[in-house]
């Protein structure tokens, strides 16, 4: 048995030509998903990166592995305590163990566990392959070493490779000779300029006034990366934005045509099992924040899931379903027990044909930007936020899924009814999570009390209300400092 298993940073699926965009950035991954399961309604229990690698990795949600954010305590996995052996028996029952218990060489080819300091991340792989820049690497630093690999690796039998690239992650930095093939597309129909100038007005971090952050000045390691702009106030500038979030899924997918080339040219192709997913999305103009995944909205948590597994079903899954739900599958696909400690659901009776029911419902977090949990049910998607990030944010967020996708309009006024159903299947879920933790502590609130998400603690609150009245956002300045008064004193 042979898995490959591309990792993609921060891809949104309707940025997929398989899963419907009329942009033509992923010929490659679209070829895979011809062959194989195609998810579409998959999701991230935790976002954004560090909390959606960790539940994967230990089909746990945030809320029991204790990863929540970006900083502080809740970056850290929680530790096993007084029953941890010589080798940690959750870290032995992650997702790479179950390849490497199968017999399989495993190896991975990743900064992941760098940038985060999450070294957890490792656990199971004969080999980590680590190009030593944080995360701030493109596929062409990855890709040579990946294809050597398998020049040495690709005709044996058994082995699991991890291929982890960060091309559609800011600062977008895709080549110069690459240019921009959708400078010819239009802006995407939902962004009329009336929406742009609502646009404008946003307040709060990774605002079109201000791309990095709270300023439009990029940080130092950053600033070698001269495409990405630092404000887009003008339409065109906006689509350009868009333009450059898209030429780095088309870059990670022509270098992931690299590898499919290199199986082909194996004569493995067929034979090996290929699963292509991401971290989670990225916020494109939704709820006013560009280029950053801030949120725990719909479009922030979708992530693909591309399952080609020779020999088993083909089409697509309409089901509702988490990322933590890959360990449990694994496991069973590779005769491996089921634990106890798994939140996940396994669906490897879907990929064998048979009936395999998803989720009722899923509740989703995010606190490294924002403290919020959505709740992804029926047609609607909820969102309550509980720190807003240095935005604007009402405490009830409710949107249409399938009327405004892009999440224009909050319902949550005019349809109390739906917003107290969510709030029913999000009072049911903490409760049971809080039941099967060993823990007493939810890490969304360990967050709070830490001073709130990790990348609002840059927020120098006098200078960011001055920068509003500079870039005309008066009005907002003075909303910004009565909603954050603590960012004032002294």
Same mark, same amino acid.
């Given at each position: 048995?042979?898995?490959?298993?591309?990792?993609?940073?921060?891809?949104?699926?309707?940025?997929?030509?398989?899963? @419907?965009?009329?942009?033509?950035?992923?010929?490659?991954?679209?070829?895979?998903?011809?062959?194989?399961?195609?998810?579409?309604?998959?999701?991230?229990?935790?976002?954004?990166?560090?909390?959606?690698?960790?539940?994967?990795?230990?089909?746990?949600? @945030?809320?029991?592995n204790g990863i929540a954010g970006h900083g502080g305590t809740a970056a850290d996995i929680r530790l096993t305590g007084p029953s941890r052996g010589m080798m940690d028996?959750?870290?032995?029952?992650?997702?790479?163990?179950?390849?490497?218990?199968?017999?399989?060489?495993?190896?991975?080819?990743? $900064?992941? $566990?760098?940038?985060?300091?999450?070294?957890?991340?490792?656990?199971?792989?004969?080999?980590?392959?680590?190009?030593?820049?944080?995360?701030?690497?493109?596929?062409?630093?990855?890709?040579?070493?990946?294809?050597?690999?398998?020049?040495?690796?690709?005709?044996?039998?058994?082995?699991?490779? %991890?291929?982890?690239?960060?091309?559609?992650?800011?600062?977008?930095?895709?080549? =110069?000779?690459?240019?921009?093939?959708?400078?010819?597309?239009?802006?995407?129909?939902?962004?009329t300029p009336e929406v742009f100038g609502e646009h404008l007005k946003h307040i709060g971090p990774h605002s079109l006034n201000e791309l990095y952050g709270f300023e $439009?000045?990029?940080?130092? %390691?950053?600033?070698?990366?001269?495409?990405?702009? @630092?404000?887009?106030?003008?339409?065109?500038?906006?689509?350009?934005?868009?333009?450059?979030?898209?030429?780095?899924?088309?870059?990670?997918?022509?270098?992931?045509?690299?590898?499919?080339?290199?199986?082909?040219?194996?004569?493995?192709?067929? =034979?090996?099992?290929?699963? +292509?997913?991401?971290?989670? *999305?990225?916020?494109?103009?939704?709820?006013?924040?560009?280029?950053?995944?801030?949120?725990?909205?719909?479009?922030?948590? !979708?992530?693909?899931?591309?399952?080609?597994?020779?020999?088993?079903?083909?089409?697509?899954? =309409?089901?509702?379903?988490?990322?933590?739900?890959?360990?449990?599958?694994?496991?069973?696909?590779?005769?491996?027990?089921? $634990?106890?400690?798994?939140? *996940?659901?396994?669906?490897?009776?879907?990929?064998?044909?048979?009936?395999?029911?998803?989720?009722?419902?899923?509740?989703?977090?995010?606190?490294?930007?924002?403290? #919020?949990?959505?709740?992804?049910?029926?047609?609607?998607?909820?969102?309550?936020?509980? %720190?807003?990030?240095?935005?604007?944010?009402? +405490?009830?967020?409710?949107?249409?899924l399938q009327n405004d996708f892009f999440e224009q309009e909050n319902l949550a006024p005019e349809k109390p009814e739906i917003c107290a159903e969510a709030c029913r299947?999000?009072?049911?879920?903490?409760? #049971?999570?809080?039941?099967?933790?060993?823990?007493?502590?939810?890490?969304?609130?360990? +967050?709070? !009390?830490?001073?709130?998400?990790?990348?609002?603690?840059?927020?120098?609150?006098?200078?960011?209300?001055?920068?509003?009245?500079?870039?005309? !956002?008066?009005?907002?300045?003075? !909303?910004?400092?009565?909603?954050?008064?603590?960012?004032?004193?002294?």
């Amino acid at each position: 048995m042979r898995v490959l298993m591309i990792d993609i940073d921060t891809l949104r699926p309707d940025h997929l030509g398989c899963y @419907g965009y009329e942009r033509e950035t992923s010929p490659c991954i679209d070829e895979i998903a011809k062959d194989g399961l195609r998810f579409n309604n998959y999701y991230c229990s935790d976002s954004p990166c560090l909390p959606s690698r960790a539940a994967l990795l230990t089909g746990r949600f @945030g809320i029991h592995n204790g990863i929540a954010g970006h900083g502080g305590t809740a970056a850290d996995i929680r530790l096993t305590g007084p029953s941890r052996g010589m080798m940690d028996q959750n870290m032995m029952q992650n997702l790479f163990w179950q390849f490497r218990r199968a017999g399989m060489h495993t190896a991975s080819f990743s $900064s992941f $566990s760098e940038r985060h300091s999450a070294y957890w991340f490792t656990a199971g792989l004969n080999e980590m392959h680590n190009v030593g820049k944080s995360g701030n690497e493109t596929a062409a630093d990855i890709i040579p070493g990946v294809l050597h690999w398998m020049d040495e690796h690709a005709a044996q039998d058994d082995w699991f490779l %991890h291929v982890h690239l960060w091309d559609p992650h800011t600062p977008y930095r895709t080549p =110069d000779d690459m240019g921009n093939p959708f400078q010819n597309n239009p802006m995407p129909s939902w962004i009329t300029p009336e929406v742009f100038g609502e646009h404008l007005k946003h307040i709060g971090p990774h605002s079109l006034n201000e791309l990095y952050g709270f300023e $439009s000045e990029a940080p130092p %390691h950053w600033r070698q990366y001269k495409k990405q702009p @630092g404000s887009a106030t003008s339409y065109s500038q906006a689509k350009n934005l868009i333009d450059l979030y898209d030429c780095g899924i088309r870059y990670a997918d022509y270098n992931i045509s690299k590898i499919v080339s290199k199986l082909k040219q194996y004569n493995i192709y067929d =034979d090996v099992i290929i699963i +292509v997913t991401s971290d989670h *999305g990225e916020n494109l103009g939704e709820l006013g924040i560009y280029s950053e995944h801030g949120t725990a909205d719909n479009l922030t948590c !979708r992530i693909p899931m591309i399952v080609k597994w020779p020999g088993m079903i083909t089409g697509h899954d =309409d089901s509702l379903r988490y990322n933590v739900d890959l360990l449990p599958t694994v496991a069973e696909l590779l005769g491996q027990p089921q $634990s106890d400690l798994w939140d *996940g659901k396994s669906y490897a009776d879907l990929l064998n044909g048979q009936n395999c029911d998803g989720h009722n419902y899923l509740v989703l977090t995010q606190c490294a930007h924002v403290c #919020q949990r959505g709740v992804r049910f029926g047609q609607y998607y909820y969102l309550r936020t509980y %720190h807003d990030g240095m935005h604007e944010f009402p +405490v009830e967020m409710l949107f249409d899924l399938q009327n405004d996708f892009f999440e224009q309009e909050n319902l949550a006024p005019e349809k109390p009814e739906i917003c107290a159903e969510a709030c029913r299947y999000l009072t049911d879920w903490e409760q #049971q999570q809080m039941l099967k933790s060993h823990c007493d502590v939810d890490p969304l609130w360990t +967050v709070i !009390r830490e001073g709130g998400p990790y990348h609002t603690l840059k927020c120098d609150g006098p200078k960011y209300a001055e920068r509003l009245k500079e870039t005309g !956002r008066s009005a907002g300045a003075e !909303r910004f400092r009565q909603r954050h008064q603590e960012l004032f004193k002294n």
